[in-house]
């Protein structure tokens, strides 16, 4: 049973730092694409960055320089470091996981990933 677990989530003032983690289990971590997506209140799920099992990887532009993308798999476990945090980063974080679908990692929300964490809440204040 695929199983995916957020955490890392908080609230920081704008500027600040959080790390999020994604703890896998239950399928073989190094085939599969993994990704972060966000949803703020209101507002469309949107592709915060993904990695392939070729652990090349990407993210939004909304982000570019910001976050960083990394995994550990000797831990299976999948982060998302997220530095000079602003406002605008304010949603629920959710990991994903899915084998690659078109024999590459779509950061696109319209696809739909199909294991899914419970997300983790980052809250930045201004």
């Known amino acids: 049973q695929v199983q995916l677990v957020e955490s890392g989530g908080g609230s920081v003032q704008a500027g600040g730092s959080l790390r999020l983690s994604c703890a896998a289990s239950?399928?073989?971590?190094?085939?599969?694409?993994m990704a972060w997506f966000r949803q703020a209140p209101g507002k469309e799920r949107e592709g915060v960055a993904v990695m392939d099992s070729d652990s090349s990887s990407g993210v939004a532009d909304s982000v570019k320089g910001r976050f960083t993308i990394s995994h550990d798999n000797a831990k299976n476990t999948l982060y998302l470091q997220m530095n000079s945090l602003k406002p605008d980063d304010t949603a629920i974080y959710y990991c994903?996981?899915?084998?690659?679908?078109?024999?590459?990692?779509?950061?696109?929300?319209?696809?739909?990933?199909?294991?899914w964490g419970q997300g983790t809440q980052v809250t930045v204040s201004s």
């Open positions: 239950g399928y073989t971590y190094s085939s599969y694409c």
């Open positions: 994903a996981a899915d084998l690659p679908p078109y024999g590459y990692c779509p950061l696109d929300p319209r696809y739909e990933y199909t294991y």
